[in-house]
């Protein structure tokens, strides 16, 4: 396990958002939890290009780009070229110093560079002959993306660093393995390293790409046009080069009788992680977050606690951030804390009361949830199923004020009243802007505390 020197660690914090008051008997407590990592490669949303590093500096890591080379990439032929390009674009935001390779993928996984089961170190030179590799790159047979991040992980594994990284592309159906052999190769993966994945043109599997992005704790996206590759691929490289810390875990400890209902990311997507929590040590457990750079993001937490009457009061839930100190399981804590009580009163005003940031939030899963369902229902035929979801979906987009969702919900739905949720479905949309919607459904905007 690599080790974090005191310079290239950000700082954390932990910020609680919640209504701690309950009613006489009441159980359920929420929490918006907030957490905040400063002084690493991104600065908000501007990313801190390779080159304002000094020269062999800045966190170790390595990185694979996993390149769709099926036969339906030479259809049109200029999405082959378009991934060359968006491959190498990426490899030109490398930083020196960072372990890097390239898969070719098909129904097998192959090396492009540099081969012989090893990783380049990222200089001028292996830039350029990366990219030179690139170049003999061709379309032909089938996909087994399985195959493709297993080869990523065997590589990933070779090299004894901080951060781990994957890039992945495809433009099809993963035809040429089952659905168990790729939910296999992604359990395999999973906390081992991160990855992007992208879906260019419309005919992928918007949940195939979004499952994956999910399992490795990635980002997921449409590129319906292929020339929008290379812009894309240069954001994710920097972004990926941004990151300073790795396996960063989010550790809920709970005292007895306290149940942990459910631990889900909700900005700035929604994603479920309540099913990976893994045990440490007595009522406690830890729930994985990925890699960190400069960002921020939100959790709700809820937790169900045993009853009790006015009066009282106790500690829900404790959170911290750990990292993995070792290869032996212990872990190093990140110096950040934040406390979820309970209190009960027979104030009803207080009892009652939502606190905005768990109200926001709620709305927001929610959204992504009736979205879902919306397009499910619409592909399935039912018109009546699929428009009261959309419509739904409309008006939480309103009253959110989530304008990128409300934006896209309008290319699949005529909206009469968002704030009523009236809508009625276009006879007619584009494939691009429904895949669009769908795999941008989780997408969530901040709340305005």
């Not at 950000?10 to 958002?17: A, C, L, N, T």
């Not at 674009?89 to 390779?101: E, K, P, Q, T």
């Amino acid at each position: 396990m690599a080790n974090f020197s005191k310079s290239n660690v950000p700082q954390f914090s932990v910020d609680v958002y919640q209504n701690e008051y309950l009613p006489e008997g009441g159980r359920e407590v929420n929490a918006i939890v907030t957490v905040t990592a400063t002084g690493g490669g991104t600065i908000g949303s501007a990313v801190a290009a390779p080159h304002l590093y000094p020269p062999g500096e800045g966190p170790s890591a390595a990185v694979v780009l996993m390149v769709d080379c099926s036969g339906s990439m030479d259809y049109p032929p200029a999405k082959m070229r378009n991934a060359r390009d968006a491959t190498a674009a990426a490899i030109d935001a490398l930083r020196d110093g960072v372990n890097f390779a390239v898969i070719g993928g098909t129904h097998v996984a192959k090396e492009v560079y540099p081969g012989g089961g090893a990783l380049a170190v990222a200089d001028a030179g292996t830039r350029e002959q990366a990219k030179q590799a690139l170049r003999k790159l061709s379309a032909g047979g089938g996909t087994a993306i399985g195959t493709w991040l297993r080869l990523a992980d065997r590589l990933l594994a070779s090299a004894d660093v901080a951060i781990r990284h994957g890039i992945l592309l495809t433009d099809g159906r993963n035809e040429h393995e089952s659905p168990q052999d790729l939910k296999a190769a992604l359990d395999a993966c999973a906390g081992r390293f991160t990855c992007d994945a992208r879906g260019v043109g419309t005919d992928w599997e918007v949940k195939e790409v979004t499952a994956i992005a999910s399992a490795l704790l990635g980002t997921a996206d449409i590129v319906a046009d292929p020339a929008g590759l290379a812009a894309d691929f240069t954001r994710m490289m920097e972004t990926a080069m941004g990151k300073e810390v790795a396996d960063v875990s989010l550790r809920l400890w709970t005292p007895v009788g306290t149940t942990v209902r459910f631990v889900k990311q909700v900005a700035p997507t929604v994603e479920e992680l309540t099913g990976r929590r893994t045990e440490a040590g007595p009522r406690a457990g830890d729930y994985p977050l990925g890699s960190w750079g400069d960002e921020s993001r939100d959790y709700h937490v809820c937790v169900e606690v045993p009853p009790a009457g006015i009066g009282q009061e106790m500690l829900a839930a404790r959170l911290s951030l750990v990292i993995p100190q070792s290869s032996d399981g212990s872990v190093r804590s990140l110096g950040a804390q934040g406390l979820v009580r309970a209190v009960w009163t027979d104030d009803m005003a207080a009892s009652t009361s939502i606190n905005p940031q768990v109200a926001h939030y709620t709305g927001q899963a929610e959204l992504a949830e009736v979205i879902r369902q919306g397009l499910d229902l619409r592909k399935e035929g039912d018109i009546d199923g699929a428009t009261a979801k959309l419509g739904r979906a409309v008006q939480l987009a309103s009253v959110s004020g989530n304008a990128d969702t409300a934006k896209l919900l309008a290319k699949v739905v005529d909206v009469v009243d968002a704030a009523t949720g009236t809508v009625r479905l276009k006879a007619k949309v584009e494939e691009a802007d429904e895949m669009t919607l769908e795999t941008r459904s989780t997408k969530t905007v901040r709340v305005k505390k």
